[in-house]
């Protein structure tokens, strides 16, 4: 299985193929477009990323071993958001998720090319992941 550290520099090669910033706001709105479906039951208070301006809604499966998540928002761009951080963070272990750093932000430009609302969104979201992933790995201690 592919590392954390793996997918970011997978992710930020993708985003060195565009030009400009025109060009990657599109490719998040497309990626965003393919996030799997998000069941109408997960839509609820506690799956609710806080933060956020747009509505984003962050479901968590598994355990400290590997976490799964599932993320819907009601906004496009921010949907893309939530598709290369499930690409990042998804499906790891809660110890790799906490002791990896987002350098793809950084690398990608999407701390200098987000609105600061968007930029918050994204920051909001990731304190969730890994809140969950902390989370998860205080449940694995105490058993």
Not at 8 to 15: A, G, H, M, P, R
Not at 102 to 119: A, K, M, N, Q, V
Request: proline letters at 4%; hydrophobic letters at 40%; a negative charge.
């Amino acid at each position: 299985m592919q590392t954390i550290a793996s997918a970011q520099t997978d992710l930020i090669s993708e985003f060195q193929f565009f030009d400009d910033w025109i060009d990657r706001y599109q490719y998040l709105i497309d990626i965003g477009r393919k996030l799997p479906e998000f069941k109408p039951e997960w839509r609820t208070e506690a799956n609710r990323v806080q933060g956020c301006q747009s509505q984003v809604w962050l479901h968590t499966t598994g355990n400290a071993a590997r976490l799964h998540f599932d993320a819907i928002s009601d906004s496009a761009i921010v949907s893309g958001l939530i598709a290369i951080l499930l690409r990042v963070y998804g499906d790891r272990p809660a110890r790799e998720i906490l002791d990896t750093p987002p350098s793809f932000i950084t690398e990608i430009g999407l701390d200098s090319h987000l609105s600061p609302t968007r930029s918050n969104g994204l920051h909001a979201m990731l304190r969730t992941i890994k809140a969950r992933a902390a989370a998860a790995l205080e449940q694995a201690d105490g058993q």
